[in-house]
């Protein structure tokens, strides 16, 4: 599969959430996230989907077609904001070719972290779990802290 086919199917799965400053996408933050959602599921962040450290770094590429295939990482369902069940039909094949174009993404330092309470970041200005965490560096360009 080439790179073409396997940005098509990013965007065809929709993985493509810029973050935004006051609705203004960051560019260098694609697909690093900060987007939030608010609705009767709560306040969520999608994932950093960079293959930057600091994120799901742990995720193999058995985990995310495994992940995708019934919307639970392992004993923990992923929240129902997730469209999981829209790749339900594609092939493990194209779920594979998704897994790397992500790989081949440029690593955003973006901590996002569901699991904790909400605090202020500083790169995306909004209210998110491991916000504050995250820092701009003295140069202007984005880094998490920690």
């Known amino acids: 599969m080439s ?3 396997e ?4 965007d065809v799965g929709d993985i493509r959430h810029a973050a935004a400053v006051r609705g203004a ?3 260098t933050m694609s697909f690093g996230d900060g987007f939030v959602f608010d609705g009767s599921w709560g306040r969520v962040t999608p994932a950093n989907l960079t293959p930057d450290a600091s994120v799901i770094s742990y995720y193999d590429e058995h985990l995310f077609v495994d ?3 019934t919307g639970r990482v392992v004993a923990r369902s992923l929240n129902q904001i997730m469209p999981w069940h829209v790749y339900l039909n594609m092939t493990d094949d194209d779920l594979k070719a998704i897994f790397g174009y992500l790989k081949m993404l440029p690593p955003v330092r973006h901590h996002v972290d569901n699991s904790l309470p909400p605090t202020f970041c500083p790169l ?3 209210l998110h779990g491991a ?3 995250n820092q701009e560096s003295s140069e202007g360009g984005r ?3 920690r």
């Open 131 to 133: 916000g504050d965490s």
């Open 143 to 145: 880094v998490a802290a």
């Open 3 to 5: 790179v073409v086919d």
């Open 25 to 27: 996408p960051i560019s």
């Open 67 to 69: 992940t995708l295939r």
């Open 124 to 126: 995306d200005q909004t």
């Open 7 to 10: 940005v098509h199917l990013a």
